[in-house]
């Protein structure tokens, strides 16, 4: 399994509250992404990092902002949650962009419920 | 708009007979496909994947199609076993190597014994 840790891996919290998730790697890999999984629309990419303090949005980043201060963590935050924001999110890491003979590695995912 | 499209949602196969799953794109710019499998309160992994220059790959019971002129991909599984029964997606990635990966809304797959 690739070195990837989420945290938390299960939170409840209020609506207009901000929610942070982390995601830890040992791997040393330069890409991050932050996706979340919904029923009928898969997995749909929110931000992603392609360096230390590089990033870039993804389909659905309103409602979310982004931080990668060190190469092993990628902080995404919620700055003040709605329920729509109720979802999995999976953390995922590649050596390079997804190009030919690269892959990315997806952590075991944060349920978050926004009540 | 939705840019990978996996139209069958669920599909139901007898242990030992193939499993075929669809996937097809819009974006004629996509040249890297992938595909992942995803078991109950897990993460997706990394299952096989295509370049845009080939179009057939294929790793043990495993083996993706590729048709570029169609927009279409399409994962094989022969033989199918129960471990098999999870959620499979396929993901795309375009030429310009932006580090974004789409995925498609995934298909449940059921062996059953």
């Known amino acids: 399994d690739a070195g990837i840790t989420q945290s938390p891996r299960h939170k409840v919290t209020e609506t207009g509250t901000p929610v942070t998730l982390r995601c830890h790697q040992t791997?040393?890999?330069?890409?991050m992404y932050w996706y979340r999984q919904d029923p009928g629309h898969g997995l749909r990419l929110i931000h992603y990092?392609?360096?230390?303090?590089?990033?870039d949005k993804g389909e659905v980043s309103d409602g979310y902002s982004v931080s990668r201060s060190k190469t092993e963590d990628f902080l995404l935050t919620l700055e003040s949650a709605t329920s729509s924001q109720t979802s999995v999110y999976f953390c995922?890491?590649?050596?390079?962009?997804?190009?030919?003979?690269?892959?990315?590695?997806f952590g075991e995912g944060s349920w978050l419920t926004v009540v | 708009d939705q840019q990978v499209k996996q139209n069958s949602p669920s599909l139901s196969v007898q242990e030992g007979r193939i499993s075929i799953l669809n996937c097809d794109y819009t974006?004629?710019?996509?040249?890297?496909f992938l595909w992942y499998k995803k078991y109950p309160a897990e993460g997706p992994t990394f299952l096989i994947s295509?370049?845009?220059?080939?179009d057939k790959n294929e790793d043990g019971r495993f083996t993706v199609f590729l048709n570029k002129s169609a927009k279409h991909l399409s994962l094989h599984i022969v033989p199918s076993q129960p471990g098999d029964s999870a959620v499979y997606f396929c993901?795309?990635?375009?030429?310009?190597?932006?580090?974004?990966?789409?995925f498609g809304q995934g298909t449940t797959l059921q062996v059953k014994p």
């Open positions: 295509i370049s845009s220059i080939k």
């Open positions: 974006n004629s710019m996509f040249d890297y």
């Open positions: 995922a890491i590649s050596q390079r962009g997804p190009s030919s003979g690269n892959t990315i590695y």
């Open positions: 990092s392609y360096g230390v303090k590089d990033t």
């Open positions: 993901a795309a990635s375009p030429l310009s190597n932006t580090g974004k990966l789409i």
């Open positions: 791997e040393n890999h330069r890409y």
